[in-house]
């Protein structure tokens, strides 16, 4: 099957408008303006032509909306950018199964739904990337695709002034303006540091694009996330990245219909709650009001691998300490900074004193994002039962069954999850949402509600949620996929 990529959306039709109206400019790039129309108008044959011609489509946009189409020297940077082409962009190296079972989950597409998509894509995830985007073609949906490509950015944000920057919020805005669906499929840390972005334009930049994250944090957007591990994660975790590809996998493919009963029989608990309590031998103690909140069941409609159930606290209410020991990654940032081993203490809702053995100013730097970045939008337990050591990658690490975690920053403002009716706006709105995990098991962890103990020693005590202690172990081999083998399980822990 063939593709005119022009046709098959309404937003790559506008791509040939706008490229076409540049052409006729004075311009540095009329070759590579050219070299796009014929890929935006040709019959394309292969998907990743296609995606290439997308990817080249987005640089030269913002290239000539932000004034930069004269500027020889950063043309230069252009044509020896030596990661330009989506082709060069690696895939997971993992069998094409894994592959087309991870881009199915993240697909959120309903047909006949009049669902119009965003696919958000990262560096080095082609295959999966791939996959997602010729279902779309098939179904013949309609939707646009928006590239993180955060070494180029960094480059071209360094080189303008702000009002060129309020040109590329305004591209992007409009570009999601029609979408109801956002599926996003980015690596975890970058293999190669980003050069770092001068003079706070990327806050400025978020800042002008708060209304899109606001749409997403409200549930009007619809969003699914895979974040898969790259080699870099597994330097940092000390994971061969072979078993951390395996890990990440088998974490997406848990008894999710069990774990689904479990988390409905949890929440019912939660929900009853006034006051939250976390333990743990490292320092850990910290007391949160949850009284009117309500807890939301995250398996993987939102993000790939889960789960967890959570909520936010009421904004004034955390007390205590949480100490974090481990690596993590501040959200947003793309230059794989670390923090290790943080202590941060909570006085009326505010974090009021902080500190880490490594990383510190990156830690200040991201708590001090604005007015609301020291308190809390969300508390959360982890609950997927395959991973139980803590890990540097964002989207695996908020999941670890036996731990807790708690986001920094912006607080969700949906009304509902999921079809069920949810009450977890604490009000608090920040440019930051960072979750910060902390490890209950291996660390004679507790959590209390309303003073009743409901885990120890990092497992939950009810039968009812014994499958999110051992997952697949609890169910009859039988009912197993069968590389689940019995003996496997100690074996495959982490």
Excluded at 132 to 141: N, Q, T
Excluded at 169 to 194: F, N, Y
Excluded at 413 to 435: C, I, K, Q
Excluded at 441 to 457: F, N
Aim: glycine share 6%; proline share 4%; charged share 30%.
């Amino acid at each position: 099957m063939t593709y005119c990529l022009k046709d098959i959306s309404p937003a790559f039709e506008q791509r040939v408008d706008d490229i076409r109206s540049y052409i006729r400019e004075e311009t540095l790039y009329k070759d590579y303006l050219g070299s796009v129309l014929d890929g935006l108008q040709g019959e394309l044959e292969y998907i990743d032509v296609a995606l290439n011609a997308l990817l080249e489509t987005q640089r030269l946009l913002m290239i000539h909306d932000t004034g930069l189409h004269m500027d020889e020297e950063f043309l230069e940077f252009y044509r020896s950018y030596d990661v330009k082409s989506w082709h060069k962009q690696n895939s997971p190296p993992v069998d094409r199964e894994l592959i087309l079972s991870l881009a199915n989950k993240v697909y959120n597409m309903q047909s006949g739904q009049n669902d119009y998509g965003m696919l958000h894509i990262g560096e080095n995830v082609r295959s999966v990337v791939e996959v997602v985007f010729k279902r779309l073609v098939d179904e013949k949906e309609h939707f646009d695709v928006i590239f993180a490509d955060s070494f180029f950015k960094a480059h071209l944000l360094n080189r303008i002034d702000k009002d060129a920057i309020q040109k590329i919020a305004e591209r992007t805005s409009k570009c999601w303006e029609p979408v109801t669906k956002r599926m996003v499929i980015v690596p975890g840390l970058p293999q190669e540091d980003i050069p770092e972005i001068k003079d706070s334009k990327d806050h400025y930049l978020q800042s002008l694009l708060k209304p899109v994250h606001d749409r997403i944090m409200s549930g009007e957007i619809h969003y699914t996330l895979t974040c898969i591990p790259t080699p870099r994660d597994a330097e940092f975790d000390n994971i061969p990245y072979e078993d951390y590809l395996q890990l990440f996998f088998e974490m997406c493919d848990q008894p999710w219909e069990y774990i689904d009963k479990a988390h409905k029989h949890l929440i019912k608990k939660l929900n009853k709650g006034r006051e939250l309590r976390f333990t743990n031998n490292d320092g850990t103690d910290l007391t949160l009001s949850i009284d009117g909140m309500t807890f939301a069941n995250s398996l993987i409609a939102r993000n790939v691998p889960g789960s967890e159930v959570f909520s936010a606290p009421i904004r004034d209410s955390a007390n205590g300490k949480i100490v974090a020991k481990g690596v993590f990654t501040p959200a947003g940032r793309l230059k794989g900074e670390r923090i290790e081993d943080m202590e941060l203490t909570f006085k009326d809702g505010k974090c009021v004193e902080y500190k880490a053995r490594i990383g510190e100013e990156i830690l200040k730097d991201a708590l001090e994002t604005d007015d609301g970045s020291k308190y809390l939008g969300e508390v959360a337990i982890g609950t997927n039962p395959h991973l139980k050591r803590p890990v540097a990658n964002i989207a695996l690490v908020e999941k670890i069954g036996g731990s807790f975690h708690v986001a920094f920053g912006n607080a969700y403002t949906a009304t509902d999850y999921m079809g069920e009716p949810v009450a977890f706006d604490n009000s608090n709105r920040s440019l930051l949402h960072w979750d910060i995990t902390t490890m209950l098991y291996g660390k004679e962890g507790k959590i209390y509600l309303d003073g009743d103990l409901i885990m120890d020693h990092g497992l939950f005590l009810d039968e009812e949620l014994e499958i999110l202690n051992k997952g697949w172990e609890m169910i009859p081999p039988a009912k197993r996929p069968a590389y689940w083998r019995e003996d496997d399980f100690e074996k495959r822990k982490y």
